[in-house]
């Protein structure tokens, strides 16, 4: 018999509310769930592929150990015997830092994603941790940091209440919104434009969003930076700033001022291809707004100065007067979030703590550039030991990073793996150990992390729509098992990792002035956690301590998990709201405009004027269907457009002799490859486009339906040196590539 149950959907940053049909424990059907408080029955063909992505046969049902060289189906006992087998003597003989963790994207899409690496990380005590953020937005989380204090401080636009959107190296029609978490992004921009809003798109790509725009500028890539610096010189050369309410909390405004008089809109016109009327044109009606925000993503990061171009994206907000006012940007305010502390100096953000080992590349919120994990683990060196063994957490970097054939390479040389995976993919194939969280029908969800960075403030939470099939693990009882495996407890009573935390946090609170609970005993609070098992306990005890929580009876009218729970369809919080001091940790106790790191860097930045590109240069592209690897294994999504081809502009295509459809040879730093040419003028003279997530052709996977179209992995063009220093984030768009007609087919 069928019925119906509400799901949150995983797939994307957008975060929309689902009715699910379920047959038995099949999932046949997905629409979007009208009374969901915050996506109000919103859907994209990914939420509506939903039964298939949670149905994909080629999901593994059990653990995979590999014996005599080969990865065999074993029981869950063997399985993590196996992983403390191969971890804790690589911890014991080499220390914590040759035991490296490796987590993906997928992580922030699941409770114990949110839930469990950071407990992994503190038990482990190693600083080898790479993630999938130095591939897409560290760059905002430096710039926040050095900015506000705080690296998670990240504003966003304010999008139902703007008059005016400028969008940087962004594709939310595509993307679905990215550090902007906005059901209906296309329905939004498009109410900016029914009430009389102007909507501007810099990107090289006549994106669909582009293609909404009020005015698209085809910019060269990576020269944000330029163009915005430029802006910023324009409100300041025309008497064009107005800081109004921010003003008390702002320095450094005139030394700012003073270091960047260099980037005129004549100077920076010819690296960024954009006329200087223009340049001042966007300044002058950014100012003019009666609100406006900017907002900037993945393109104006993965280039050699995407820290620069993301602190200017704040900066332009602050000299306009519109971060921390409605219609401006403003710092979302999450229900699960600390307990608001007082205004005030804080510790501030520091950048380099540590540095990787072999190239020295320095920290960025406690990670090391992915970049170099290949030679993190194949390359000696007299600084401490090489990366041994690996604990890779829903991450698929041989995709995603840089240079994949490398670090193909020194995957298979480590003295173990275990890959936290659903799939065996070109990545956990490596691995000693597959250990396979269950389909997202059979868990909880709850947006910990999308929600600091959501349009709305609301929070909801679904639990699982169809039971734990008989054989299947929680993913939450996955990585505590994995923690104790991996820290030297193996066979304790996972349940205790939750607990501990518990404890911990609790013991913390009621020792801080400033919280609900202060003073009081923790092990009564404790007590009066609700929920089934330890992941709901800790949503409750962060629900209560939160913002808008009960305070364990402090707030008799606050959120609690049984209250969540009788509201369904979720709990609306109300639009953003300005919260400025407060969330500002500065060792100032104000927004510092100018940071000693930033400075540093212009001159690299001033340098940059002088370049121009000798050839062709690439960028990637999203599609809706997709969502970097993950859904090439369901046919409902790689159908129509969303295909690997290098999208070239007809007078280039023209000038190399290559045809509609014909295979062209693309090379560039770090290897070559072969797609299928699509001409189109969709994309700006001098720049080609490859879609990233493809090159499902690796043998040992079990992606059948990836592997009938596999497409080329576009990171395979990089070595892995290009990286922005500030951040480590890897330079994936803009960088240099040769182009000629292929002997053979596509």
């Not at 769930?33 to 149905?55: H, L, M, N, T």
């Not at 005030?344 to 320095?362: E, N, Q």
């Not at 369809?569 to 940071?595: A, F, N, W, Y």
Request: glycine share 10%; charged share 20%; proline share 9%.
């Amino acid at each position: 018999m069928s019925r119906t149950a509400l799901r949150i959907c995983p797939l994307c940053e957008a975060t929309c509310g689902l009715t699910l049909t379920v047959d038995g424990s099949r999932v046949t059907g997905a629409r979007g769930d009208r009374e969901d408080v915050f996506s109000k029955g919103f859907i994209c063909p990914k939420g509506a592929s939903f039964g298939a992505v949670d149905g994909d046969p080629d999901r593994l049902r059990g653990p995979l150990v590999r014996r005599e060289g080969v990865l065999r189906e074993a029981t869950w006992e063997e399985a993590f015997d196996a992983v403390a087998a191969g971890i804790r003597p690589v911890v014991e003989r080499y220390g914590p830092h040759a035991a490296g963790v490796v987590l993906g994207n997928p992580n922030v899409h699941t409770v114990a994603g949110a839930l469990y690496p950071p407990v992994l990380l503190a038990a482990l005590g190693t600083r080898s941790l790479f993630t999938a953020s130095t591939l897409d937005q560290m760059p905002k989380h430096v710039s926040s940091g050095l900015l506000f204090g705080d690296a998670g401080a990240i504003p966003v636009p304010d999008l139902d209440r703007t008059g005016h959107l400028l969008l940087i190296g962004a594709n939310p029609l595509e993307s679905n919104g990215s550090l902007c978490t906005a059901p209906d992004f296309p329905g939004r921009l498009k109410a900016l434009k029914a009430r009389g809003g102007t909507l501007t798109v810099v990107d090289p790509r006549r994106t669909r969003t582009a293609a909404l725009a009020d005015r698209h500028l085809a910019i060269r890539p990576g020269t944000d930076a330029l163009l915005l610096a430029a802006m910023a010189h324009v409100l300041f050369e025309e008497g064009l700033t107005d800081l109004a309410h921010l003003a008390p909390h702002v320095q450094d405004v005139e030394e700012l001022r003073s270091a960047i008089r260099d980037f005129t809109p004549e100077a920076v016109s010819g690296a960024c291809d954009v006329d200087a009327d223009v340049i001042r044109a966007l300044a002058r009606d950014l100012a003019a707004a009666p609100t406006a925000a900017v907002y900037g993503r993945i393109g104006s990061c993965t280039v050699p100065h995407g820290t620069l171009a993301s602190w200017l994206v704040d900066v332009l907000n602050i000299l306009t007067g519109n971060l921390d006012r409605p219609g401006g940007a403003l710092f979302p305010q999450a229900a699960t979030d600390r307990p608001p502390r007082p205004a005030g100096p804080g510790r501030g953000f520091a950048l380099g703590r540590w540095h990787s080992r072999v190239s020295g590349h320095p920290e960025a919120k406690g990670e090391l550039p992915i970049s170099a994990l290949a030679e993190e683990i194949d390359t000696a060196t007299r600084e401490g030991e090489p990366i041994r063994a690996l604990v890779a957490v829903a991450a698929n970097p041989v995709l995603s990073a840089p240079d994949g054939d490398r670090l193909d390479k020194a995957l298979a040389s480590l003295d173990f793996m275990v890959s936290v995976d659903p799939y065996l993919n070109e990545t956990s194939r490596h691995a000693h150990v597959v250990l396979p969280p269950p389909p997202p029908a059979q868990s909880p969800h709850h947006d910990f992390a999308f929600n600091t960075l959501a349009v709305r403030n609301q929070v909801r939470y679904t639990r699982p729509a169809v039971p734990l099939e008989p054989g299947r693990m929680a993913e939450s009882e996955i990585l505590a098992r994995l923690i104790l495996a991996a820290t030297g407890m193996h066979g304790a009573d996972p349940a205790a990792v939750d607990e501990t935390v518990i404890g911990q946090t609790l013991g913390k609170a009621v020792k801080e002035p400033h919280s609900p609970v202060h003073g009081r005993d923790p092990r009564e609070l404790a007590a009066r956690l609700t929920g089934d098992g330890g992941p709901e306990r800790r949503l409750d005890m962060m629900l209560r301590l939160g913002p808008y929580g009960d305070g364990f009876g402090a707030r008799p009218d606050g959120l609690s998990l049984e209250k969540l729970l009788a509201h369904p369809h979720g709990v609306d919080l109300g639009p953003l709201r300005p919260r400025l001091p407060q969330p500002l940790k500065t060792v100032s106790g104000r927004i510092e405009l100018l940071p000693r790191p930033i400075a540093d860097d212009l001159p690299r930045l001033r340098a940059a004027l002088r370049e121009r590109p000798a050839g062709l240069v690439l960028v990637g592209r999203r599609h809706l269907r997709s969502n970097n690897s993950w859904m090439h294994n369901v046919p409902a999504l790689t159908g129509g457009s969303n295909r690997c081809t290098l999208h070239i502009h007809p007078e280039d295509a023209a000038r190399l002799g290559i045809r509609d459809g014909a295979a062209v040879h693309v090379k560039g730093a770090g290897g070559a490859l072969t797609a299928p040419a699509e001409i189109t003028d969709g994309v700006r003279p001098g720049v080609v486009s490859l879609p990233h997530g493809w090159g499902h052709d690796r043998p040992g996977t079990r992606l059948a339906h990836a592997a009938t179209d596999p497409g080329v992995n576009v990171n395979q063009l990089l070595d892995g040196s290009l990286l922005d220093p500030l951040s480590g984030n890897a330079v994936l768009n803009g960088v240099p590539v040769r182009l000629s007609p292929a002997a053979a087919p596509a």
